[in-house]
């Protein structure tokens, strides 16, 4: 699970707040699957309508630009973001994401490997609305800043806990990674995000950083599919 600071600038999520009340918005639980339907209890902007498309592109570019990102989540295919609202007394009971996604208005599908909520409220304008997310350590809460976003493996069970007071407003989505494996992506996060800090430090030799470099995407090619 990897928080990312202020993937959105203040200016960017007063634009997505400002374009989100103007846009049409319906009931959240008709884009759920299966059991995830009978729990989801929210609203979601319509993803059809091109202000909201306009939105999703620029956070999916955002995540192309955020190298944190791309090297947690290695993406393959990125489904557009959606965004839902939870108003007073709604929530989306503990659930899984469909392990296979159609993206809209496309032939193509998607395996979900790293789900991404980016957080469009500011925590204390709401209550409650708490991203819980089951791991092997226990429940994991997580309340963001606006403008934050986490990125956690699509295979958790997770919910949003009822919202008590105000409006949680959020930007969801789904990549597929080049490395389906939870554990060897993240040991290749690891590899990367160190690989990066020796780079900063500035005293490391050159003829090291390049082996290291080369054990890095020789394992990339060993593990990816694309
Ligand atoms: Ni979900």
């Known amino acids: 699970m990897i928080v990312i600071e202020k993937i959105l600038s ?3 999520v007063n634009h997505y707040r400002q374009q989100l009340a103007e846009c049409p918005w319906g009931d959240g639980g008709k884009t759920a699957m299966g059991m995830a339907a009978s ?7 319509d993803s059809s309508d091109a202000k ?4 999703a592109n620029l956070l999916l570019s955002r995540i192309g630009e955020t190298p944190k990102i791309v090297s947690a989540a290695l993406p393959h295919k990125i489904f557009p973001p959606c965004f839902n609202r ?15 996604m159609r993206i809209p208005n496309t032939t193509d599908v998607l395996r979900s490997d790293v789900s991404m909520t980016t957080f469009l409220s500011e925590p204390e304008e709401y209550d409650g609305g708490e991203l819980i997310i089951s791991t092997e350590f ?9 403008g934050y976003a986490v990125v956690y493996p699509s ?6 806990t009822a919202v008590t007071r105000g409006q949680r407003l959020a930007a969801i989505t789904w990549m597929q990674s080049m490395i389906s494996d939870t554990n060897i992506r993240q040991n290749l996060y690891q590899l990367d995000q ?3 800090n020796l780079i900063k430090e500035n005293n490391t030799s050159r003829t090291e950083l390049d082996n290291l470099h080369n054990v890095y995407h020789n394992l990339i090619r060993q593990f990816a599919t694309l």
């Open 52 to 55: 909201v498309s306009q939105l």
């Open 194 to 196: 160190t690989i990066q």
């Open 86 to 100: 939870y108003s007073e007394t709604e929530e989306y009971g503990y659930h899984v994401d469909s392990a296979i």
């Open 155 to 160: 295979s958790s069970l997770h919910k949003v």
């Open 10 to 12: 203040d200016e960017e």
């Open 39 to 45: 729990v989801k209890n929210n609203n979601q902007a």
């Open 138 to 146: 226990g429940q994991q809460q997580i309340k963001l800043p606006a």
